[in-house]
């Protein structure tokens, strides 16, 4: 088993435990194996589950994923009584008092959670490296990034410690570690996955959680089993057509695809990415589909704005709770952390609200783009993941950060134009999920390319709300007809 193990999708090993070909035990012992392995080279797992798992495993499990090993986002996704860093070292130590209703859900589905992964402080970057945990490496490359947030949970499952792990996706953090590590990426819409108990909805909404996987069936399977509102749920929508298992391997029909390859902050795209996207044109054209050059009349820098204004007031109001969780201060969080939550301490409640309700635009031109197109095609990312080390700060602008911070100068840094410049650096690598993110609406990042450097291209697909259903269909029938699961990590 352990020398098969990292060939099989989460579904597979469920049929060889159900029909007993294998134990839950010795499956989960596989995953320790490779585990102990590969995770010295990535440095992807970080709290270890460990006595839980194999207590688990050997007593009676039930469900449509039951004995197959799992991996939690160490953010959110509480365990009771078993440490949520948020990857940061003032949470090292903090347990939650419950646990969380997807962690519930995943547990009744018959995963078997040995750890959790790892994620930048406060899963706030784009690139999973952090004081508490070190970096985490991509599994194709070791010395770039496997992106992030859920850089931890796309390596574990890139390297084959785990068939599928839990991911977020607050402003790309499910698609754009999907695209840099070879892997299939859904992030459902707002209102499908409840976060409770512990919120309501993740950053006015925008951040939805679901898992990462090497195939569309895993992705959907998972979805069934996690999908629907929980008690208390403030945003619910209607429930899918059918099971989301069963859209896989049913024809999406002949579908209308606008595609762009153009940043929306007009900042450079790798050839090699927009290459994916007009191969990808191709293959639909292939498939009978129509596909046709369009966009949606959206703004990309407002649209930029308004993300980086929810993003600093959203870390702001995290840093307060975490010091009034653990009576931590503020100087022992990151350095960016500290600037991120200075601006958004900066911002004014009505400027933050004006920003919030720009949003309403967006998702109206969005809509109105969705009458033409049932898909929109873009790039996952702009830029092949960075090198590790590479996205850290300059001497010179850590300096000039520990002086604003230190005068407080938040405000005359905000007043100077900087959030354009921001956007223009923090997201020029990565400027395409947020619209997604900002607009609620279900998109995935689906493995079909590879750079000149033989490293995975992800591009993406944006529905209308309501289109996970729809989103599965056409992945499943790109599956098929450019079958990634061959194509393995080298480690």
């Known amino acids: ?68 090993p799992f991996l939690l986002k160490d953010i959110a996704q509480h365990v009771k009584g078993v440490p949520t860093s948020a990857g940061s070292r003032v949470l090292k130590d903090w347990c939650p008092e419950v646990t969380s209703e997807i962690v519930l859900r995943f547990e009744r589905a018959g995963l078997v959670s040995f750890g959790k992964t790892t994620l930048p402080e406060l899963a706030l970057k784009g690139c999973t490296e952090s004081r508490l945990w070190g970096p985490t490496r991509n599994p194709w490359n070791l010395e770039r990034t496997p992106g992030g947030s859920s850089g931890g949970a796309a390596a574990a499952v890139a390297a084959g410690i785990v068939p599928a792990a839990s991911a977020s996706d607050g402003g790309g ?19 499908r996955v409840p976060p409770g108990p512990t919120h309501d909805e993740f950053w006015e909404g925008a951040s939805s959680e679901h898992v990462l996987t090497r195939t569309v069936r895993d992705s959907a399977g998972l979805l069934d089993a996690i999908h629907g509102a929980d008690l208390g749920s403030p945003f619910r929508i209607a429930p899918p ?62 649209l930029a704005r308004c993300y980086l204004t929810m993003y600093y007031g959203q870390t702001a109001a995290a840093v307060d709770h975490a010091c009034a969780l653990t009576g931590a201060r503020e100087i022992d969080f990151e350095l960016e952390t500290r600037a991120l939550a200075l601006f958004g301490r900066s911002l004014t409640a009505g400027e933050y609200v004006a920003r919030r309700q720009e949003w309403n635009g967006f998702m109206r031109a969005l809509g109105a783009f969705h009458q033409r197109f049932d ?53 020029g690598r990565v400027p395409f999920t947020q619209l997604s993110n900002l607009t609620f609406t279900p998109s995935m990042s689906v493995p079909l390319h590879v750079d000149r450097d033989g490293l995975p291209i992800g591009v993406q697909f944006v529905a209308a709300s309501g289109g996970e259903g729809l ?12 079958p990634w699961a061959g194509r393995r990590a080298p480690i």
């Open 173 to 191: 953090s499910i698609r754009i570690p999907a695209s840099y590590c070879g892997l299939f990426g859904l992030r459902p819409g707002r209102g």
């Open 241 to 302: 057509e059918r099971p989301y298992a069963e859209e896989v391997g049913r024809d999406p029909g002949r579908l209308r695809i606008g595609f762009s390859t153009a940043s929306p902050i007009n900042q450079p795209v790798d050839p090699d990415y927009i290459r994916a996207v007009h191969d990808t044109a191709k293959l639909l054209e292939s498939l009978g589909h129509q596909v046709e050059e369009a966009r949606p009349a959206i703004d990309g820098m407002a």
């Open 375 to 427: 898909l929109y095609l873009i790039p996952s990312a702009a830029q092949a993941p960075a090198a590790i080390g590479s996205q850290e700060l300059p001497m010179a602008e850590q300096l000039a950060m520990r002086a604003v911070l230190r005068l407080g100068l938040g405000r005359q840094v905000l007043n100077s134009g900087v959030i354009d410049r921001i956007a223009a650096k923090s997201l």
């Open 1 to 68: 088993m352990l020398k098969e193990y990292p060939q099989y999708d989460a579904t597979g090993l469920a049929a060889l435990i159900a029909r007993r070909e294998v134990s839950a035990a010795e499956v989960l012992e596989a995953a320790l194996a490779r585990l102990e392995a590969v995770n010295p080279k990535i440095n992807a797992f970080c709290t270890p589950m460990i006595d839980a798992a194999q207590a688990r495993a050997a007593g009676p499990l039930d469900g449509p994923f039951a004995g197959v």
């Open 471 to 482: 989103l599965i269909r056409l992945a499943a029938q790109l599956e098929v007809a450019a």
